[in-house]
């Protein structure tokens, strides 16, 4: 079997228009780019929508940017312990308790609402480095969280 291809009849083909663009022709401006910039901006003032967005956008940075910032400074306030639950851990309950068996007084803490181990420590020892402190009240306070009206036994902590 054979398989013979045929030519397409010659025939011309239809001309089609030429198409047309949307641009504007260009045209030569004296002057080079600076002219043809300051020829730009004449020639096609801003949309007002464009003047919209622009103005939303800018307000979004603002916004953006005053959001940003007052996270950051009431988490640095919290980080550096400030606050209502320093407030509350000041006035802590820090009650020498007088033993009969021994000489020197034990000191005890009455853990209140709100308090935590780095807050009692950080009451305890104002200045400094308090991480081991608040290893040793963690050991005394057990495995739980703290609990209201919970007493810690301050031995040998307290100065």
């Known amino acids: 079997m054979a398989a ?15 198409p047309t663009s949307s641009r504007p022709p260009l045209r030569v401006i004296p002057g080079g780019r600076q002219a043809a910039r300051a020829y730009a ?6 949309h007002p929508a464009v003047y ?3 103005r939303l956008g800018v307000l979004f940075g603002v916004v953006s940017i005053v959001v940003v910032a007052y ?11 400030g606050g209502a639950a320093r407030a509350e851990a000041r006035p802590a309950s820090v009650a020498p308790a007088a033993s009969a068996a021994s000489a ?9 609402s ?3 181990l780095w807050s009692i420590a950080h009451h305890l020892h ?28 301050l031995d040998g902590l307290v100065d």
């Open 4 to 18: 013979v291809i045929a030519p397409y009849p010659r025939s011309t083909p239809a001309r089609r228009p030429a």
């Open 41 to 46: 901006r004449k020639a096609r003032p801003v």
């Open 52 to 54: 919209h967005r622009r």
């Open 71 to 81: 996270l950051a400074v009431t988490g640095l306030g919290v980080m550096l312990g």
């Open 104 to 112: 020197r007084p034990s000191a005890t803490y009455v853990v209140r």
């Open 114 to 116: 709100g308090d935590t």
């Open 126 to 153: 104002p200045s400094g480095d308090i991480r081991a402190l608040v290893d040793e009240l963690s050991s005394r306070a057990g495995s739980g969280p703290l609990q209201a009206g919970q007493r810690l036994s």
